[in-house]
Structures are given as C-alpha cells and as structure tokens.
C-alpha cells in the first residue's frame, strides 16, 4: 500500500505541539497519479474522507512539479549535463 504525505494546513504558525492550539484552514495531501479521476479515488478511499473530515466534491485539486536534486525511485528520470553549471543533475 502506498503512503502519501499528508498534514494540516495552518493560518498562522502553532505556538506549541499541542494540536488543541492550532488554527486549522485545512489539510494537504501529496499524490502521484495518472488522472484527475485517479487522484478522486484515492481521496475517497482515504480514512479522513471515509470519517467526514475531508470533503472530496469539494477538494481543491492541483499539478505539482516538485523539485528534488536526485529523482524519486520509479519515476523515469534523464540526467542532463549540458547548460549546468553546478554539473549536478536537472530533470
């Protein structure tokens, strides 16, 4: 089963650990999928929308193109050289 980083989404910063303090507007989740209707499904299936915490109809749905200096294990990945001039590797 894959696990996707997930958290709460804060108005301000937490002035303690204690959850109780936090000023929540919402939640995140990061996911890899092939479609719109593919990122749905997971979000259904998920423990927070099964127990009413998230609101799938109305989830707020957007591409993200994160980048990381080495690529993710089964991503397909190309190193470039050329117009680098660190020498490390661009996607």
Not at 24 to 40: K, M, P, Q
Not at 47 to 65: E, M, R
Request: proline share 9%; aromatic share 10%; hydrophobic share 35%.
């Amino acid at each position: 089963m894959l696990t996707y980083p997930k958290g709460a989404v804060l108005s301000e910063p937490p002035t303690s650990d204690d959850p109780k303090t936090f000023k929540f507007a919402g939640s995140t989740i990061v996911l890899v999928a092939e479609s719109r209707d593919e990122v749905i499904q997971i979000l259904k299936d998920d423990v927070y929308a099964q127990k009413g915490v998230w609101d799938v109809d109305n989830a707020q749905i957007w591409p993200f193109k994160c980048a990381f200096r080495f690529p993710v294990p089964g991503q397909q990945y190309q190193q470039k050289h050329q117009n680098n001039l660190e020498g490390s590797p661009t996607m």
